[in-house]
């Protein structure tokens, strides 16, 4: 016999959320994505076998220090990726370069010198073979792993770029963005609504400057829960003010599915996340993910995967970087000559 529900309107919400799960189980293929051409889950298995537990090990030192440098290597990653592909053009220096555009304010120094901290060892143990562009990308991957994510491979074969965009950082994203020119941005780089839901997932964990939110506190958004919007108005006085603010107020070093359950209480910190709960066309979604942890990480994997493989170099294109922030001189392509050769 059924048991009553003591909650209807909960229970109601609860049957809406595990059949909409359920639908999007049945409607889409499981498997990983297919691959690029010249990418591979096992690029490296016998140049630098080692390489991933270099990463890794090192990571794990990094983030028992400075917990706050794992959101920021997810960000490098994704700004990365976006604008021109997964080549480590935001790694560049420039004057100004790429990594200087209002788009990528608050990249961490700190976190940037980590990639090339891992660059150096990786390169010290298997020579000059493998990309800073891969190594930010499993440096993204370690970032989400380490600290409560889903644990997944990456494909790898990446080359560098030689060059940056600062016109291409217009196409990221915008915290102030409603979720239609969210949902256009994603759009053009054929992502649909559930990854654009499932990558915003990425703000389970990490911290956000007052200006990339104080237009919600001036005027006051009245789709903001009034205790947190106490809260970031003490913190944030101004829009210059320097500040900074957990992004998901339940488990803010941790990622999981809690930034969901935030969106659903009123307690999203950008308007581009909360604005996910008001939209008929991503507020499904929302409900899925607040329930259903696991399927949020199986799409959250899903689109990170596609992204870390958009306009990729790979063979003979680009070059391998000796340092992560500058483009190689001539003599550094002469000598990656050699080391390809001494590969076969």
Do not use: W
Not at 226 to 236: I, P
Not at 263 to 278: E, P
Not at 303 to 308: C, P
């Amino acid at each position: 016999m059924a048991r009553s529900c003591a909650y209807p309107l909960h229970c109601l919400f609860l049957f809406s959320s595990i059949l909409f799960t359920a639908q999007m189980h049945a409607s889409q293929t499981e498997g990983k994505a297919p691959l690029v051409k010249g990418l591979s889950y096992s690029f490296y298995s016998k140049t630098c076998p080692k390489l991933e537990t270099i990463v890794r090990n090192h990571l794990k030192k990094v983030f028992k220090n400075d917990n706050g440098q794992a959101p920021a290597l997810l960000r490098i990653f994704f700004h990365d990726c976006f604008v021109q592909g997964c080549d480590g053009s935001v790694l560049l220096d420039g004057s100004p370069g790429e990594r200087d555009q209002p788009a990528n304010g608050g990249i961490r120094s700190e976190a940037l010198e980590t990639i090339d901290d891992l660059r150096a060892l990786v390169h010290k143990e298997c020579g000059r073979i493998v990309s800073c562009a891969d190594i930010t990308v499993l440096a993204a991957r370690d970032a989400v792993s380490l600290t409560g994510g889903p644990d997944f491979a990456v494909p790898l074969g990446r080359r560098d770029g030689v060059s940056f965009s600062t016109s291409g950082t217009r196409d990221l994203p915008k915290p102030f963005n409603t979720t239609g020119a969210t949902l256009d941005a994603f759009a053009a780089k054929s992502f649909d609504a559930t990854d654009v839901v499932a990558l915003s997932g990425a703000h389970t964990y990490g911290r956000a400057h007052c200006s990339t939110f104080f237009n919600r506190l001036s005027p006051l958004d009245p789709n903001m829960d009034k205790t947190l919007a106490k809260q970031l108005q003490s913190t944030c006085p101004n829009a210059d003010s320097g500040n900074t603010a957990n992004l998901d107020i339940r488990t803010p070093t941790v990622f999981d599915n809690k930034y969901y359950l935030d969106l659903m209480n009123r307690q999203g910190v950008f308007t581009s996340d909360q604005d996910l709960f008001s939209d008929k066309r991503t507020k499904g979604l929302v409900n899925a993910f607040a329930v259903n942890q696991t399927l949020f990480f199986e799409k959250f994997v899903d689109a990170v995967v596609r992204l870390s493989q958009l306009d990729v170099l790979t063979g003979n294109q680009g070059e391998i970087r000796a340092k992560c922030n500058v483009v190689n001189s001539k003599k550094s392509v002469l000598e990656e000559v050699v080391q390809f050769v001494y590969q076969f």
